[in-house]
T-cell receptor, first 109, second 114 residues
Framework: RKEVEQDPGPFNVPEGATVAFNCTYS??????FFWYRQDCRKEPKLLMS???SGNEDGRFTAQLNRASQYISLLIRDSKLSDSATYLC??????????FGSGTRLQVQP | GAGVSQSPSNKVTEKGKDVELRCDPI?????LYWYRQSLGQGLEFLIY????????KSGLPSDRFSAERTGGSVSTLTIQRTQQEDSAVYLC????????????FGSGTRLTVV
């Protein structure tokens, strides 16, 4: 079983739609959580950290459910520029980050 | 520099040759990481360095892979006797430390073994 599992998609949504991605992680000792964005043939870039109480950054909302070991990302009012692959990322202790394989989002005009 | 710098950006090598990939992290970042990403796949952890501590080499796929970090700054990833399955994008990242900080990635080295 992979440490971090994501639905690979693609999610095809129209502009202005709300879309949500989930990911699950297998190690209950995971302590830090992030969402990264990766554009085609580019390096991953940090989108946002995920905090236990949930957090929001503009149109993006991240939630963490430790009991069920899943993390979610909600994107409201989707823009064409949101088209990318979204990577769910966890860390246990002082280990390096573990990346999921990503969920591909395609926002269509 | 302002970001993580990797060189070369592209490398084509013949099977069996050795290659060296270079990473120059953000100044002041004590932690440095190497990952690789095969086409259409996720990021695979290779190795990380944190300050003067012994590196975590747990992700290196074979003894053909090694890395060093000189003076706590620049790092070199060496792949000996390259194989076709080594073809991938090799990504370097740095962070302030291994606490709750995200990483900043370089733009990667695309390695093609022919």
């Amino acid at each position: 079983r992979k440490e971090v599992e994501q639905d690979p998609g693609p999610f095809n949504v129209p502009e202005g739609a709300t879309v949500a991605f989930n990911c699950t992680y297998s190690n209950s000792a995971s302590q830090s959580f992030f969402w990264y964005r990766q554009d085609c043939r580019k390096e991953p870039k940090l989108l946002m950290s995920v905090y236990s109480s949930g957090n929001e950054d503009g149109r993006f909302t991240a939630q963490l459910n430790r009991a069920s070991q899943y993390i979610s990302l909600l994107i409201r009012d989707s823009k064409l520029s949101d088209s990318a692959t979204y990577l769910c990322v966890v860390r246990q202790g002082r280990r390096a980050l573990t990346f999921g394989s990503g969920t591909r989002l395609q926002v269509q005009p | 520099g302002a970001g993580v710098s990797q060189s070369p950006s592209n490398k084509v090598t013949e099977k069996g040759k050795d290659v060296e990939l270079r990473c120059d992290p953000i100044s002041g970042h004590t932690a440095l990481y190497w990952y690789r990403q095969s086409l259409g796949q996720g990021l695979e952890f290779l190795i990380y360095f944190q300050g003067n501590s012994a590196p975590d080499k747990s992700g290196l796929p074979s003894d053909r892979f090694s890395a060093e970090r000189t003076g706590g700054s620049v790092s070199t990833l060496t792949i000996q006797r390259t194989q076709q399955e080594d073809s991938a994008v090799y990504l370097c990242a740095s962070s302030l430390d291994t606490g709750n900080y995200g990483y900043t990635f370089g733009s990667g080295t695309r390695l093609t073994v022919v």
